[in-house]
Structures are given as C-alpha cells and as structure tokens.
C-alpha cells in the first residue's frame, strides 16, 4: 500500500508471533495512516512551491528566485520514530538548504532536531548537518559528507527519538547520537511534543563553504522530492500515559541504544566521513560542552 503515511514493517523483527505482531500494530498511541500528503501535513510557506505527484502520495519542493517553501505535520508528537525518503537536487545545488527537523514551535524555548542538508557544486560530497536544540539552546552542529550521491535515488532519513536517546540515522546506518544525560544535570527534550517539519531554502550566507560558494540562478528552479513519510509516534494531546506506556515500542529495551551491528556503522562513519563537531571546536568551545564530557 503506497500511503504517504505508514507503519514501519523493520519494527516487526522485534514482536514474537502473528499474535504480537497484530498487537504491535494496535497501540492507540501510534499515529493514523493517511493515503495522502493533506491528509496529515499542512503547507507553511509558499505553497504555489509545493506540487502533489503521483496521486498527492508524493510531494515536489521548489527553490526560484522568488521563494522557497515549507510544510508541517498537522499533529505534534512525543517520542517515536520520524522518517521520509528524500530526493536532493541534482547538479550545482551550492547555497541551498534542503531540512527535514522536528521542531516544538515554542520560540525562544523550542526543542529542535534537525537534519540540514546543505548544497553542493557539482561533483562535490553533499553534506549532512544535524543539530539538536534543548530549550532554545542549539548550537551543537555535526557534519557528515555522505557517501552515495542522494540526487540519483531515494534514501530514508531518521530521527529517533525516545526517553533514552535521540538518533540520526540515514538509511540504516546512525550517524549521531544524543544521550539522555539529565540524571547529570544535562538538558535532554523530553517534555515538548514536536511537530515534523521541511523546508527547502536560499542559505547561501552560510551553507556551502561558510557561504562563501553562492547559488548559481541560471540553474533553477531547483526541485526535492518527498514520499513515504513514515510517523510512528504518540499523538499529542493523547491518551495519558502516552510519554511513559512501556508497551511503546520505542520504549523497549531494543530501542535503548545502538545494536552491536548499528554501533559498528555508527563508527565507520565517525572515522571515515565526518568533517565537523561541535564538540572538538575549540575556537567556539574552549572547555567542551557537558554533553560532550559526558559521552554522546
């Protein structure tokens, strides 16, 4: 069944019989199925930018030089897993900013976990930044470049995100972790439900070089596309016992860090494509974040 909204078939590895496996289906606290993109999202800005493609299960983002645009998921949530298959502009893309984040839409206090995918000149790595704010603090960037061109196909991106960790995962593979250190006095979002969230922007003050390479006009209008949004979360506002039910998948004891497999990826890609961390800058950071003390 081809619905821009679904339930994830990798989480039934982990439920034992046909029995279970219904039953895993069957939570009230997981979100609906909707057949299309109104369904469950709602169009931020520009929505002239925005085109539903096969039968509104697909959906096609436009950058010109007049705007940009963006969209939202009609609910907000807390905790589950957030994913989409994404499409990044082919070519020359330097100075733009294809985001898919979950974000509380609190202002000055939001929770934020944000994957950016910043623009490249043809032939170049493309670069993924991920950052995650905790009551309105951010400013803990990471930068992988990745290791397939994301223009050719369609590649899945993950936020998971439960009460023990938040993890970024392209494909399969996680590329961050955020441990929940609060017990150590270390802010970790766990309180604010958050919306899923994408935008496709002119960032070329910033993105591509520090801004220092700028988007070149005669190539637009640059497209991203979008399908199989995958939201398996608590709907807020909910049942009760929503943020705390240790029948949540996300909650059991498979989902309370990497798997053995996971953390071998996990560092294959620290070592061989990570290009920043906020937590190594000294020129920004001259004693490291706590969180970075702590092991993240």
């Not at 709907?235 to 860090?257: D, F, H, I, L, T």
Request: one cysteine or more.
């Amino acid at each position: 069944m081809a619905n821009m909204l679904h339930l994830s078939s990798k989480r039934a590895a982990f439920f034992v019989g046909t029995i279970m496996y219904a039953l895993a289906f069957s939570f009230v606290t997981v979100s609906g199925r909707p057949a299309t993109f109104v369904q469950d999202f709602r169009v931020t800005w520009s929505d002239s930018h925005i085109r539903q493609i096969d039968g509104g299960t697909a959906i096609q983002l436009t950058l010109d030089r007049n705007s940009g645009c963006g969209f939202a998921s009609k609910n907000q949530y807390l905790f589950g897993s957030f994913s989409v298959k994404i499409k990044l502009i082919p070519g020359d893309s330097a100075g733009t900013v294809t985001a898919f984040y979950m974000n509380s839409d609190t202002n000055y206090v939001r929770d934020e976990l944000d994957f950016e995918f910043l623009g490249n000149r043809s032939g170049q790595p493309t670069t993924v930044q991920t950052n995650v704010y905790v009551n309105g603090k951010g400013s803990r960037e990471q930068r992988i470049n990745l290791w397939f061109d994301p223009s050719i196909g369609f590649h899945t991106y993950t936020v998971r995100w439960t009460r023990e960790n938040i993890i970024y995962y392209v494909d399969d593979v996680p590329i961050r972790v955020f441990k929940n250190n609060e017990a150590i006095g270390i802010p970790y979002p766990k309180r604010q439900p958050m919306g899923v969230f994408s935008t496709l922007w002119d960032a070329d003050d910033w993105a591509t070089r520090g801004g220092l390479e700028k988007i070149d006009w005669s190539k637009a209008p640059f497209y991203t596309y979008y399908k199989d949004f995958d939201v398996d979360g608590c709907v807020v506002p909910g049942p009760a016992a929503c943020a705390s039910n240790p029948n949540n998948w996300w909650e059991g004891p498979n989902y309370r860090g990497l798997t053995p497999l996971e953390a071998r990826k996990y560092h294959w890609v620290r070592a061989n494509h990570m290009i920043y961390d906020y937590c190594t800058d000294r020129s920004r950071f001259p004693v490291a974040p706590p969180e970075c003390l702590a092991g993240i």
